[in-house]
């Protein structure tokens, strides 16, 4: 699996805004067809992380706690935390 942060190169503290636009600016720079290879690797790391709920279960799964998405999304919610939510604070949650 790539590491979408890397593949970006974002911050892992990185916001929806930064990661978009990094997106998009590497998706002007590599484009399919002259660079198909990295283009896909560009648009799947993309995918891994643009929004906080992808970003979660990208940090859940990477950790084997991808089970506890659903969970850590309510006790964030009644935690009072509103979105955009600091990542760290949610995965901290899912901490015994």
């Known amino acids: 699996m790539i590491d979408p942060f890397r593949e970006l190169g974002v911050p892992e503290s990185a916001d929806d805004a930064t990661i978009r636009n990094r997106y998009l600016e590497l998706i002007r720079t590599f484009t399919p067809e002259a660079h198909p290879e ?3 690797r560009i648009r799947q790391a993309y995918e ?3 929004g906080l709920e992808q970003r979660v279960r990208y940090w859940l799964f990477h950790y084997g ?30 901490q015994p």
């Open 65 to 94: 706690q991808e089970d506890s998405l659903p969970e850590l999304i309510e006790e964030a919610i009644d935690a009072g935390l509103r979105r955009p939510v600091d990542l760290a604070t949610l995965l901290r949650l899912t």
């Open 38 to 40: 990295r283009f896909a």
């Open 48 to 50: 891994l992380l643009c």
